[in-house]
């Protein structure tokens, strides 16, 4: 079946403009996750949803940063008047609703940013 | 959760078994170890995962001491596609929340 993916691939833009970044989850799969991963460094967790409980913002490095999931499946991370340290590669994962000891998220491909 | 350690870079020969290791002696009885890698310009992905015995699956097997503090994940015959960075990952049993990646540590395997 069709796995994690996410739109677009790449996108350049200049600073101060907003941008959104697109996630099309795992048919099924309730949770959902926001990462970023900036050039030489691991991966920063931003945002977390289950469900339809209140989602896990405890990542995201500011206000500017925002993101909703729509009917639980789709989700869209935006931000706002970017700054040339928000480049990096946004990464969304998927996961069943965990079961006892299992947790494997699965991956999208994710969004390249660049902030001139 | 536990923090985990581990050696920034490995190289292993083609064909050869990758032994990649990785400490956590704060580990808690409810935690699990859970091994993901990402290949480059590629979104991580899972390998393994155990509590106390170990595993195997068709991509490697994972060695957890007795005293929980260590494991090792063996790619038994690694090949080039192998080479990726590998993140050792200590997690509550049923946590729904995100994985903390850290540094891991980067294998290269070579012709």
């Known amino acids: 079946g069709a796995g994690v993916s996410q739109s677009p691939s790449n996108k350049v833009t200049e600073k101060g403009k907003d941008v959104e970044l697109r996630c099309d989850p795992i048919?099924?799969?309730?949770?959902l996750y926001w990462y970023r991963q900036s050039l030489g460094q691991g991966l920063e967790f931003l945002i977390y949803?289950?469900?339809?409980?209140?989602?896990?913002k405890s990542g995201l490095p500011s206000d500017r940063f925002s993101a909703e999931r729509t009917g639980g499946s789709v989700s869209t991370l935006t931000i706002q008047r970017t700054q040339q340290e928000d480049s990096a590669v946004y990464l969304c994962?998927?996961?069943?609703?965990?079961?006892?000891?299992?947790?494997?998220?699965?991956f999208g491909p994710g969004t390249r940013l660049t902030v001139l | 959760d536990a923090k985990t350690t581990q050696p920034p870079s490995m190289d292993c020969a083609e064909g050869r078994a990758a032994n990649l290791p990785c400490n956590h002696s704060?580990?808690?009885?409810?935690?699990?170890v859970y091994w993901y890698r990402q290949i480059h310009s590629q979104g991580p992905q899972y390998i393994i995962h155990?509590?106390?015995n170990n595993e195997t699956n068709e991509m490697a097997s994972l060695i957890i001491t007795e005293d929980r503090k260590s494991s090792t994940l063996i790619l038994p015959h690694a090949t080039l596609r192998d080479t990726a960075v590998y993140y050792c990952?200590?997690?509550?049993?049923?946590?729904?929340?995100?994985?903390?990646f850290g540094k891991g540590t980067s294998l290269l395997v070579t012709p």
């Open positions: 949803f289950q469900g339809n409980s209140a989602p896990d």
């Open positions: 155990g509590l106390k």
């Open positions: 048919s099924g799969h309730t949770a």
């Open positions: 704060t580990i808690s009885g409810n935690e699990y």
């Open positions: 994962a998927s996961s069943l609703r965990w079961r006892q000891g299992i947790h494997e998220q699965f």
């Open positions: 990952i200590v997690r509550r049993e049923n946590s729904g929340y995100a994985l903390n």
